[in-house]
């Protein structure tokens, strides 16, 4: 018994070094390519802009899906039992809501568009393990990017 109970906390223990140094790894990738994205608007707005300007319009879309880690899990279960924000997986939701961003702005990127309208997000948990405990999210991130036409 002593042992079973060793062998989880153990468990947790790694859950939570291997968790946290691999999620300040993405945050450093994210903070760097957002640094580089920079210079590429996205905005909620579904206007063109009145700049005089053609413009092709082409969809762009970035996905990730980013699974919960036991030690994520173990904390959100003892937030459900006492109540409260669940911060383990609001993290989770920030890293996968800036991930699809940026792949979206880097497509958008990739075709020299020079805006991207109409930017909207979808979120869903494609994977609920045994009972209602979530196992992954999925987040995409799509809009309209605007290419300037040459002439």
């Known amino acids: 018994m002593i042992y079973q109970i060793i062998w989880v906390l153990a468990l947790l223990v790694v859950g939570y070094i291997i968790g946290t ?4 790894k993405h945050y450093r990738s994210i903070l760097k390519r957002e640094e580089a994205l920079r210079s590429l ?35 959100a279960t003892l937030h459900n039992f006492f109540g409260g924000r669940v911060t383990s997986y609001e993290s989770l939701l920030d890293r996968a809501r800036r991930e699809a961003m940026l792949r979206m702005k880097s497509q958008a990127a990739s ?28 987040v995409l991130a799509y809009g309209t990017a605007l290419i300037p036409k040459s002439t």
Do not use: C, H, W
């Open 21 to 24: 140094y691999l999620e300040r």
């Open 111 to 138: 075709q020299q568009a020079s805006l991207v309208l109409n930017v909207k997000y979808e979120t869903a948990s494609i994977y609920k393990g045994s009972g209602s405990n979530i196992g992954s999210v999925e």
């Open 41 to 75: 608007p996205v905005v909620a707005s579904k206007y063109l802009p009145e700049d005089g300007v053609s413009y092709q319009q082409t969809l762009v879309m970035g996905n990730v899906t980013i699974s919960v880690d036991y030690f994520k899990r173990f904390l």
